[in-house]
């Protein structure tokens, strides 16, 4: 009997030991683990701002005759956004028009060519030029770039070149086309020939 008593009392014991550690525990604070996140700094914020950027054709209005050459500069102006690249996406009349071919303007410091294509027989232009590397986004006026062509004897007295939807221009800080509005080129064709009738008289 005495054995036993005194395996109870060493059970009894533990059990005690063993409350009172859990009971010292519940007792401490819980330390809250805290999350901490490096600073980013040198990397560049990209949001979407306003559009202000204007692409115009320089002048608005040409007269040219036919069987001659003609030529004319896109333009950009935008004072709010440093652009970064401009992407052209032309429509022409290739039954009027002719030859076109598109040299870089002047408006990058170092403007860098990305796409020059000139599609005659679906009259199409496809160009994209921008700023290098080194170089920041470009606020004013310039050109981009400037398209020659010559115009064929026609009976049309006028034809356009044409922005599409697909132009767009890139801007620092700017995950969007800042590009605004457009203003088409309208070519007037001097001594075009006069539309004949085909219908005859009837006596």
Do not use: W
């Not at 005690?16 to 550690?21: A, M, R, S």
């Not at 994209?128 to 010559?150: H, K, N």
């Not at 070149?161 to 309208?186: G, P, Q, R």
């Amino acid at each position: 009997m005495a054995k036993k008593t005194i395996a109870l009392i060493g059970i009894l014991a533990l059990i005690v030991v063993g409350l009172l550690v859990l009971a010292l525990r519940s007792q401490q604070p819980e330390q809250k683990q805290t999350k901490t996140t490096a600073p980013t700094t040198g990397v560049p914020t990209v949001t979407s701002v306003p559009g202000t950027a204007v692409l115009s054709f320089t002048p608005s209005v040409l007269q040219v005759a036919a069987g001659s050459t003609g030529s004319v500069n896109v333009t950009v102006d935008s004072v709010d956004n440093g652009i970064t690249a401009v992407q052209l996406d032309l429509s022409f009349n290739p039954n009027i028009l002719s030859n076109v071919v598109v040299t870089k303007g002047t408006f990058f410091k170092n403007s860098v060519e990305m796409l020059n294509s000139v599609d005659q027989n679906n009259g199409k232009i496809s160009y994209a030029a921008g700023a290098s590397f080194s170089e920041s986004g470009v606020r004013g006026t310039g050109t981009v770039a400037t398209i020659t062509f010559q115009v064929l004897p026609t009976v049309t007295p006028q034809t356009e070149i044409v922005f599409t939807k697909k132009t767009l221009v890139t801007a620092e800080k700017s995950i969007d086309s800042v590009l605004k509005t457009t203003n088409n080129v309208v070519i007037q064709i001097t001594n075009s020939k006069p539309q004949t009738s085909t219908n005859s008289a009837t006596q």
